[in-house]
């Protein structure tokens, strides 16, 4: 495997009085799609934070292409090629697609808006990205909950990011829109991209991801190769299969049964 | 994907098909072809300007039936004379709905800053230009003073601007003093700004300028895009487009020449719709006004100061109601207690809605103010040569409102599920 993009290590971050990541590592090569996993309160979102800079970690390292680095601020986390997109998308729906693409990045050509060159590379963008919407000049709004994602994940390449957060990105789809998604996911990682995606949806999970980090409760929990780990294996790893009801139920009856023998 | 509705692409489709989406409705170039695309975009609760300019054709010749002076160049003439200083204040007023937003304090901003003016050029002996100035720069502090307050401390604007329309009110009233009017000179630069006319060969000129540089324009700007391989408009429809504008334009310029010529004061407000309608569409500012009006976060999340933009539009929400102030001046020649003190306020932004301009926020244009200050100037001057009441004039206004605000609701929820935004 090649060098790590991104890699984080022993990252801890507490809220009071509670530990919500305790020594997580996290390592992203590129062209490599990492889901990350964890029952909700796992400590997923915070981890997501801290790498997109919004709150950055109280302890860890972080080094990106074999250097250490700080996030500090979101413009950190953008200036190194970190790209997130969260799960509201945060579109303009009255505006058309090529405003929404380049929204606070307009191109200019003598101080007013080089209207079709934006349209022109926002066409280029969405071909090289295999996606087809019929017209680029309809409001954000008429699109489909799909198109809408693509948008918003083509938008955050528009900054050439070198690693790729997306938070549920199927969350809310259909099953054709969801295969649209993952489809895309596929493409980035085959332009050599690293990804990272925090899925409760464990079919999605198999289908695009290499490798699935679980955490639990703050901590590391597995990292797992998703093509050498079976459904259960991973399931039991986000529930801690070892430590709930079922399991003391049958750790006791078992044992119960030996001692009886 | 089959459950997608299909998405009208109106005029833009009319590059080669085959390199085309499926699913996208290709617009014949033929003027056949075009209406039919006209057509599906009305269907769509696309209305644009057409319900605006229906209206205003329906109340001419309504009221032509009942007076035949009405549609005389001397009524016309004084028609766009009365409606610039109001107007002004819908130009300004539209960026702060845009927003979402509502400033009611534009008439106050208005009487204050002519209440300034008043006083400075008579009381102070300040040159009248310098005193235009100053009553402008008024509106412009107080108007970066409701922004900072709305954006910065996060009152409603609804309540910073209604402290604004008793506040500012307060203050017209404080600088008038106790006589409660100050005339100001009749032959002045204030006087002058709404009893020049230009000469009609002037008028033709800047008609001329104005159509040529639309067509100029449309041309080269549908060249670039054919050139870089996007769909364009065919050649038929700048030309229809631009007749479009020319007949108005022309008709417009010859009714005003023949009373006397085209007032600077409606050149002046016609100008600034064209400059706000320029920067709303063609200029990063204009794109980051709309983007805060369709969702703020979304703007502040792409990086763009959002304080900042809904600062400056509130800034230039009040700086045009003093510009609208100064008119007012002018026309009556004097400040007093009443000046913009009435129902301009509410005649401004029934304008703008019935213009066309959302009170939802993230949709409109400048032209509203255009559109929907001749729907009002007209059936405010029909009335007068009625010699009816103004009771019967807020009815009537209050009913055009209530139309418009209608339409747009209307229209809103056609492009609902017609999945237009």
């Avoid at chain 2, 235009?132 to 502090?141: E, P």
């Avoid at chain 2, 103010?369 to 001057?381: C, E, M, P």
């Amino acid at each position: 495997m090649s060098t790590p993009v991104l890699e984080l290590s022993g990252i801890s971050k507490r809220f009071g009085a509670v530990q919500a990541l305790d020594q997580v590592d996290l390592r992203v090569a590129p062209g490599e799609v990492v889901a990350l996993l964890g029952d909700n309160g796992a400590g997923k979102s915070t981890l997501v934070k801290v790498i997109a800079g919004v709150n950055p970690a109280d302890g860890g390292d972080i080094t990106w292409e074999g250097r250490p680095v700080s996030i500090t601020r979101p413009n950190d986390a953008q200036k190194l090629g970190i790209a997130t997109i969260y799960q509201d998308l945060a579109l303009c729906d009255n505006l058309d697609i090529v405003a929404n693409l380049f929204l606070g990045a307009e191109h200019t050509a003598f101080g007013t808006l080089d209207e079709v060159e934006m349209e022109r590379r926002a066409q280029e963008l969405l071909d090289s990205l295999s996606v087809s919407i019929p017209s680029l000049r309809v409001p954000v709004a008429s699109l489909s909950g799909g198109q809408r994602q693509i948008i918003a994940i083509a938008r955050s390449l528009l900054g050439d990011p070198k690693i790729v957060l997306l938070d549920e990105p199927t969350a809310a789809l259909g099953v054709a829109q969801t295969a649209q998604v993952l489809d895309l996911i596929e493409r980035l990682r085959d332009k050599g991209l690293g990804v990272i995606l925090i899925s409760h949806n464990m079919a999605d999970v198999r289908a695009v991801a290499d490798r699935a980090v679980v955490l639990r409760l703050g901590r590391n929990a597995g990292d797992f190769r998703v093509e050498d780990t079976s459904y259960e294996e991973i399931v039991a790893a986000i529930t801690g299969a070892a430590d709930n009801p079922v399991a003391r139920r049958s750790g006791r009856v078992s044992a119960a049964t030996t001692e009886e023998a | 994907m089959a459950q997608q509705t299909p998405v009208t692409p109106g005029a833009d489709a009319a590059a080669p098909p085959a390199a085309r989406d499926p699913r996208l409705i290709v617009t014949a170039t033929s003027p056949r072809g075009l209406l039919a695309a006209g057509v599906r975009r009305l269907r769509g609760g696309e209305l644009g300007p057409l319900p605006v300019i229906v209206g205003l054709v329906v109340i001419c010749v309504v009221f032509q039936a009942l007076h035949d002076r009405f549609l005389s160049p001397q009524n016309l003439s004084n028609l766009t004379v009365q409606v610039t200083a109001v107007g002004l204040m819908t130009t300004g007023v539209i960026m702060v709905l845009l927003l979402g937003e509502i400033d009611l304090s534009i008439g106050s901003v208005a009487g204050a800053s002519a209440a300034v003016l008043a006083a400075l050029t008579v009381h102070q002996g300040v040159p009248e230009w310098l005193g235009i100035i100053a009553a402008i720069a008024t509106g412009t502090v107080i108007g970066v003073l409701h922004g900072t307050v709305f954006a910065k401390v996060g009152v409603p604007a609804f309540v910073v601007t209604l402290a604004g329309l008793l506040g500012w009110q307060g203050v017209q009233i404080y600088v008038l003093g106790s006589e409660g009017t100050v005339n100001v000179s009749g032959d002045g630069a204030i006087a002058a700004l709404t009893t020049t006319y230009f000469l009609p060969s002037f008028g033709w000129g800047i008609g001329a300028v104005v159509v040529a540089v639309y067509a100029v324009a449309s041309l080269f700007g549908e060249r670039r895009r054919s050139a870089a391989g996007l769909p364009a408009k065919p050649a038929v429809e700048i030309a229809v487009r631009t007749l479009l504008l020319a007949v108005p334009v022309f008709g417009g310029i010859a009714i005003l020449n023949q009373h006397q010529g085209v007032p600077l004061s409606f050149l002046i407000f016609v100008g600034f719709v064209v400059v706000f309608d320029l920067m709303l569409r063609k200029t990063r500012y204009g794109r980051m006004v709309f983007a805060v009006g369709g969702s703020a976060e979304a703007a502040r999340r792409a990086g763009i100061n959002v304080d900042l933009v809904r600062i400056s539009v509130f800034a230039l929400s009040s700086t045009l109601a003093a510009i609208g102030g100064v008119m007012m001046v002018s026309r009556s020649f004097s400040a007093n207690l009443d000046t913009a003190g009435g129902d301009e306020l509410m005649l401004a932004i029934a304008a703008a809605v019935i213009g066309g301009t959302s009170l939802f926020g993230g949709r409109g244009n400048a032209y509203s103010a255009l559109l929907g200050g001749l729907v009002l100037g007209a059936i405010t001057s029909g009335l007068l040569l009625l010699s009816m009441d103004s009771s019967i004039r807020y009815m009537i206004t209050a009913a055009v409102l209530l139309v418009a605000v209608i339409l747009d609701a209307v229209s809103r929820r056609s492009r609902k599920t017609h999945a237009r935004g």
